[in-house]
């Protein structure tokens, strides 16, 4: 039977039977300044790793982060630390040498690792830092668990990011997506299926798929992985993100050989309908026409920011 355990399981479980003990007894000292966890690259972090996922970059670890400083002059001492622990645990290789961390695990800064993804060594502050960071960067910078943070500076930067864009950017960037997912798969979709043209058909269906997923992440006030796992991502947001997932699956399964353009444009409608009953719910619009072209305006009146708001529509 395959092993089903999952890397963040094991990180924490690492860290409790293991690490927690040597580091408070070979670096007591260190200890109050360290925050212990597994968050940033790698499907483990996200809770979405599976057998095909251990083929590479992964095994049981964990991350420390520590003031940069801090980290610089002790680094030989939490290296020493470290090699105490288990070269196996729970039947998997332990990744905490050196030689195999990949900057992803073993001791970091906080103010690289934040920078790393962020650009800014801390949590953004104005509304150019913001748009300044792919969104798929900030779920890195904010997935997986911390397991211990006495002091609490890794957390706080933490906990800000969580509290999710300033709302000015969630929703000129959702107004983004509402002419994004109109041009791709309300207008030019049909269109290309009545030329007979496969690959734009794919091409439009894809935009339409990622404007669509993307909505649903800021509708939620989630940060949108990485586009190999957004799907599933997008499916754990229920019942709006299972119901839409289910949706563009069977959008993504039609063949433009054997479905006709209406079978595409009434996946695409409802879909459309949905996203902008949920606008509705959330004050965005007042106007419930599922042509989300017009509603991408509407949607970007509600922005306080005079220069953020007169930007072009689908700018974002």
Not at 170 to 187: D, E, P, S, T
Not at 227 to 253: F, R, T, V
Request: net charge negative.
């Amino acid at each position: 039977m395959a092993d089903s355990r999952r890397g963040l399981d094991l990180a924490r479980q690492l860290y409790e039977e293991y690490g927690r003990t040597i580091l408070e007894e070979r670096l007591p000292d260190l200890v109050p300044h360290m925050a212990v966890g597994l968050v940033g690259e790698g499907s483990e972090c996200f809770g979405f790793d599976d057998e095909i996922s251990r083929d590479h970059d992964w095994g049981p670890a964990f991350c420390i982060w520590l003031p940069q400083d801090m980290l610089i002059e002790n680094v030989d001492r939490i290296d020493a630390a470290l090699a105490r622990l288990p070269e196996t645990y729970a039947g998997f290789a332990v990744r905490m040498a050196p030689d195999v961390r990949m900057n992803r695990v073993g001791p970091l800064p906080i103010e690289g690792f934040y920078r790393r993804f962020l650009n800014v060594p801390r949590c953004p502050e104005t509304l150019a830092e913001w748009r300044a960071i792919p969104e798929t960067y900030l779920a890195v910078a904010t997935n997986g668990e911390v397991f211990a943070d006495p002091a609490g500076i890794f957390s706080g930067i933490r906990s800000r990011l969580l509290d999710f864009y300033p709302e000015d950017i969630r929703i000129k960037k959702l107004a983004a997506r509402c002419v994004a997912a109109a041009q791709a798969g309300q207008y030019n979709l049909p269109r290309m299926m009545s030329r007979y043209a496969c690959t734009a058909v794919n091409i439009c269906r894809i935009r339409f798929t990622e404007a669509i997923i993307s909505m649903v992440f800021l509708l939620h006030r989630r940060y949108m992985p990485f586009y190999k796992w957004a799907d599933k991502a997008m499916a754990a947001l229920s019942p709006l993100g299972a119901g839409i997932s289910a949706s563009l699956e069977q959008l993504n399964c039609l063949s433009p050989l054997e479905n006709s353009a209406r079978d595409f444009s009434v996946l695409v409608e409802d879909i459309c309908q949905r996203m902008v009953d949920e606008l509705m719910r959330q004050g965005l619009t007042t106007s419930n026409d599922p042509w989300l072209y017009e509603q991408g305006p509407a949607v970007q009146a509600h922005v306080q920011n005079e220069a953020l708001r007169s930007l072009p529509v689908q700018f974002e």
